[in-house]
C-alpha cells in the first residue's frame, strides 16, 4: 500500500472511531497537545491507561468473587476507571463506568458482574482499535510520510 | 526542586524562584497539580505546561502538602482531585486553607451535585469536572488574582 493510501486509511479509520463512539473529543485535545517536544505522547498517555485499566479490571473481578463483596472500594476503583477513560476520549468505557457505579451504590451484585462483563469488552474493543491506529501511524512514519490531523 | 519518598513521589517541570513573570502574565503560574490516577495526572501536566506554567505534580496528598509546608510562597495554585486514598482532596483543601493563603481548585469525575457543594463549602475556589478541557486551564490564573485582592481590600 502506497503512502497516500495508508494516510486516507487512517484518516478513514480514526473518523469511524468517532462516529461509532469509541472515541469523543477528548482524544482530539490528547493529539493537539502532542508536538515535536512531545511526539509520542499521545501513545505514552494511553499505554499509561492501558496499564492502570487492567490493573483495576482484575481487582473489580477478583472484588465480585470474595464471599463478602467491598462495594465502596468498588465503587472508588470504577470511579477511578471512569475519570482515566474519560481522561482519554475512551468513550463507551467512561459511559459504562457510571453505570456500573449504580450498581455498586445499590449494591446490587448481579448488576456489577454484568457491568465488568460489558467494560471489559468494551476495554478491549478499544484497546485493540487505538493499538491499530497506533501500528498505522508507525507504517505512515516508517515510510516517510507525516501523520494527517 | 525534585524531591521522592517511599510514600509518594512528585516531579516538577522547571526550578523553583520567585515568580516575577508579570510581563508574560500568566505564563509562569506556579501549579501544584495532585491526582493518584497516573493517566489523569500526565493528561494534567502537559495540559498545563501548554498554558506555560510551571508545572509540579504529585500523585499524593500528603507529598503535595509537604512540598507546600516546606516550600511557602513557591506556588501561586493548587490543583487536586478529590477522591484519593489515604488523604483526598476535601482534606488537603481544610489543611491548606487553615495553614496558607492559597486558591485551591478542585477536579473530580465525580459531578454529583452533593460532592460539588461540599466542596465550594470547604472553600475550593472552584470545582471541574473531568475531562478537563484546556481552554479552562487557562482561565485558572483568574482564581490568583481574585485571592490576592481580596486580601489587599
Known amino acids: ?149 | 526542586m525534585n524531591s521522592s519518598n517511599g510514600n509518594g513521589s512528585m516531579s516538577t517541570a522547571s526550578s523553583s524562584g520567585a515568580w516575577n513573570g508579570r510581563d508574560q502574565f500568566p505564563a509562569g503560574l506556579r501549579v501544584l497539580v495532585v491526582d493518584d490516577d497516573q493517566t489523569c495526572l500526565m493528561v494534567f501536566e502537559k495540559m498545563l505546561k501548554t498554558c506555560l506554567y510551571q508545572v509540579t505534580k504529585c500523585n499524593k496528598a500528603e507529598t503535595a502538602l509537604s512540598v507546600l509546608r516546606e516550600h511557602k510562597n513557591e506556588f501561586d495554585i493548587v490543583i487536586s482531585d478529590v477522591h484519593m486514598p489515604d488523604m483526598d482532596g476535601f482534606e488537603l483543601l481544610k489543611h491548606i486553607n487553615s495553614e496558607m493563603d492559597l486558591p485551591v481548585i478542585l477536579i473530580s469525575a465525580d459531578a454529583r451535585k452533593q460532592v460539588v457543594m461540599k466542596g465550594v463549602t470547604y472553600g475550593a475556589c472552584d470545582y471541574l469536572i473531568k475531562p478537563v478541557r484546556i481552554e479552562t486551564l487557562k482561565n485558572i490564573w483568574q482564581h490568583v488574582v481574585r485571592k490576592k485582592a481580596r486580601n489587599t481590600f
Open chain 1, 1 to 149: 500500500m502506497d503512502l497516500i493510501q495508508l494516510q486516507r486509511q487512517l484518516v478513514d479509520y480514526r473518523t469511524s472511531l468517532y462516529h461509532e463512539g469509541f472515541l469523543d473529543e477528548q482524544f482530539t485535545q490528547l493529539q493537539s497537545l502532542q508536538d515535536e517536544n512531545n511526539p509520542d505522547f499521545v501513545v505514552e498517555v494511553v499505554s499509561l491507561f492501558f496499564e492502570d485499566s487492567e490493573r483495576l479490571l482484575n481487582e473489580l473481578s477478583k472484588a465480585l468473587e470474595q464471599q463478602i463483596i467491598d462495594f465502596k472500594r468498588m465503587d472508588a476503583q470504577v470511579h477511578q476507571l471512569k475519570g482515566s477513560s474519560s481522561s482519554i476520549g475512551a468513550h463507551r468505557v467512561q459511559k459504562l463506568c457510571i453505570v456500573f457505579r449504580n450498581y455498586c451504590e445499590v449494591h446490587n451484585v448481579e448488576g456489577c458482574l454484568k457491568c465488568l462483563q460489558q467494560v471489559k469488552h468494551e476495554y478491549g474493543i478499544i484497546k485493540t482499535k487505538l493499538e491499530s491506529m497506533f501500528q498505522l501511524e508507525q507504517q505512515i512514519l516508517n515510510a516517510g510520510g507525516s501523520i494527517p490531523v
